[in-house]
Structure formats: structure tokens, C-alpha cells
């Protein structure tokens, strides 16, 4: 892939993020930062409780472009998997998921919004009665 695919890739997922704000009444929520560059991201869900799967994911916050851009790939990718999925979804997945190489430099960056979605979703959802 060339360098400028893989920029077109990060930015049309940056300026254009899919999944972006949040959801009313999530059934998981979860934030964090990156203290070292001030990436912040905020992960809400909404399931399918019949199938117990991720039925919405959302995402908030401000960052770099790689953040943003990740964030917005994990919405899509995660969006429909189960919460076993998610336990199986490794970052070295996500990270080839994205489809752009990750220098070790901003593989933080990157894998933030998945530390996210891992953290929101730490409990299975709650049960509505």
C-alpha cells in the first residue's frame, strides 16, 4: 500500500469519522485518555440482547489523526460482533484491521479506542427488567 493510500485512509476516517457522538441511554460507556499526547475518547454501545452482540457503537473525543481515524475503523469493525468476539480480538487484529501501517510510535494512539471498547464492555450489559 502506498504512503498516500495510507494517508487518504487516516484522513477521510479523521475529518469524516464514521459513528461519531454518542449514544442516549448506552448500555456501556467508557472513557479514556492518552496523558502523553492529550488523545481523549469516550466508547458508548448499545446491544442486542437477544443475541448478545454490539448492536451500535459510538464513539466521542479528540485527538490526533490517528486516534480519530482508529476510533471510527473500530466502530465499524466491532459494530455486530459479540462480547466473545470482542475477548478474541486481539490488537495486533485491529491494528491489521485498519488496513494502514502503525509505527510503534503511534501504535497508542491507534489502539486507544480499542482499550476503550474493551474497558465499556468489561461487564456484559446490563439487564433491563
Not at 437477544?50 to 466491532?78: H, M, N, P, W, Y
Not at 466473545?84 to 495486533?92: A, E, F, N
Not at 502503525?102 to 476503550?116: G, N, S
Request: proline share 5%; glycine share 6%.
Amino acid at each position: 500500500m502506498s504512503f498516500d493510500m495510507y494517508r487518504q485512509i487516516i484522513i477521510d476516517h479523521s475529518r469524516k469519522p464514521k459513528n461519531f457522538g454518542t449514544l442516549k441511554q448506552p448500555d456501556g460507556v467508557a472513557e479514556r485518555n492518552n496523558p502523553l499526547c492529550g488523545d481523549r475518547i469516550s466508547i458508548s454501545y448499545r446491544t442486542d440482547k437477544a443475541k448478545k452482540k454490539l448492536q451500535e457503537v459510538k464513539f466521542d473525543g479528540a485527538g490526533c489523526s490517528i486516534a480519530r481515524a482508529a476510533a471510527s475503523i473500530l466502530t465499524e469493525k466491532t459494530t455486530g460482533k459479540s462480547f466473545q468476539d470482542l475477548k478474541k480480538y486481539s490488537d495486533d487484529d485491529f491494528i491489521k484491521d485498519m488496513g494502514v501501517p502503525i509505527t510503534p510510535a503511534r501504535r497508542k494512539c491507534a489502539l486507544l479506542a480499542l482499550e476503550t471498547l474493551r474497558q465499556a464492555a468489561h461487564a456484559e450489559p446490563k439487564k433491563n427488567n
